[in-house]
């Protein structure tokens, strides 16, 4: 949705008005139950030749549809195969405020898989994970004895064409919203439920540029959702959660999940330019895993260089060396960080002590001394995030 207004100022009934057409004239074409029916009764029925994917309407054809589309580029000769990977047809949204669809590379999705797996998890609710959801259908089509389970919750609902209501759910995650209504909400519920002891988890990827108290909300709710269902040691523990987000956000996710940690893990994404695996310094990805599950449980591929720090407990990267004075692995973007006594922490190795600043920055900085202030009240001495005025508020 693309509506924005100042909430200080009344909006206008004409404007509302023109919302209203809009959401109207921007309504999918079928409902997800249409969907389904058109997937499983027609679509899957066609011989290869004669299925279509329209380019421009991302949708699946009928026969009885392509004149209505014959305009439009479209893909023909669709095999099982692709249909199995829908997030190769679909062409990615990236909007990074809104969408962000920034999709696992193979190594991350097949090493995320793997770790689920062998920590004993048989169900996994994948939040804004398409690439993990269909990997995981995928093999339990393919290989009897996979026992492993997920349930897409996404705000993309051009995945309705291709999974039923028990496979994927139309959601958005910054207000915990089921655009299925209570039918939906059931499904999450049901699916949340550990029966057999089949341990449930839930792997998020969510837009790196939305506000993370609006995301801590919706995935506290989900929490809470696994925490009602009817088994009683859930009395005193949280619903394990692998939350996949930069490591320059671990404050503000520490600050909302407390027993949360973060992981050298790199995910590296297919389809985008900057977060690739393998780069050195600032090229790196820095996209990394937050858990409530212990570090020491979490084991990182040798073969990429990480490594058991035996004091931290955890996997660590080769460039993570332990720091003697901090007591800990210290380092955030796989780079060897280097302790400043002033500052009495480790720091980035391109960071200096300024005395001015009496902390350590990049060498080439605007003091303190600047006339530049604070976002908020404009004073200098302190940063936004430290502003009286706001705390105050």
Not at 235 to 250: G, L, R, S, T
Not at 359 to 385: I, N, P
């Amino acid at each position: 949705c693309n509506f924005s207004y100042m909430q200080i100022l009344q909006v206008s009934e004409a404007r509302l008005a023109a919302r209203e057409e809009y959401n109207r004239n921007h309504q999918p074409s079928f409902t997800h139950r249409q969907n389904v029916d058109r997937y499983s009764n027609n679509f899957l029925l066609l011989p290869s030749s004669k299925r279509r994917f329209c380019q421009e309407c991302q949708q699946l054809l009928l026969p009885a549809e392509w004149e209505k589309h014959s305009n439009h580029q479209f893909l023909c000769d669709i095999t099982t195969a692709q249909l199995k990977s829908p997030s190769q047809l679909l062409y990615p949204l990236e909007n990074k405020k809104t969408n962000a669809q920034y999709l696992f590379a193979d190594r991350s999705c097949q090493f995320l898989l793997n770790l689920l797996i062998d920590l004993g998890f048989r169900r996994v609710l994948s939040v804004g994970t398409p690439r993990l959801h269909e990997m995981i259908q995928s093999k339990a089509s393919q290989e009897e004895e996979f026992s492993v389970r997920s349930l897409l919750l996404d705000i993309d609902f051009r995945y309705s064409q291709f999974y039923t209501e028990d496979e994927f759910c139309h959601y958005n995650m910054f207000n915990h919203h089921f655009f299925g209504g209570e039918a939906a909400h059931e499904t999450c519920r049901k699916f949340l439920y550990e029966e057999n002891g089949e341990r449930v988890i839930m792997v998020t990827d969510p837009p790196f540029g939305g506000l993370v108290e609006a995301l801590a909300s919706s995935f506290k709710k989900l929490m809470a959702m696994w925490k009602k269902t009817e088994k009683e040691d859930h009395d005193n523990k949280e619903m394990p959660v692998f939350w996949i987000f930069p490591y320059f956000f671990e404050s503000r996710i520490l600050g909302f999940f407390p027993s949360f940690s973060m992981m050298d893990y790199q995910v590296d994404y297919d389809n985008h330019a900057l977060y690739k695996h393998g780069k050195t310094g600032r090229r790196q990805s820095p996209v990394r895993i937050f858990t409530n599950l212990t570090p020491s449980v979490i084991v990182l591929p040798e073969e990429e260089g990480y490594r058991f720090c035996t004091v931290c407990q955890r996997y660590v990267s080769s460039g993570n060396q332990h720091c003697e004075i901090c007591n800990s692995c210290t380092s955030k973007d796989g780079r060897r960080w280097k302790h400043c006594v002033l500052c009495k922490k480790c720091v980035k190795p391109s960071w200096f002590h300024c005395n001015n600043c009496n902390c350590c920055t990049l060498q080439k900085h605007s003091c303190e001394k600047s006339d530049a202030g604070c976002f908020v009240c404009g004073k200098a001495g302190h940063k936004r995030s430290a502003c009286p005025s706001l705390s105050h508020a």
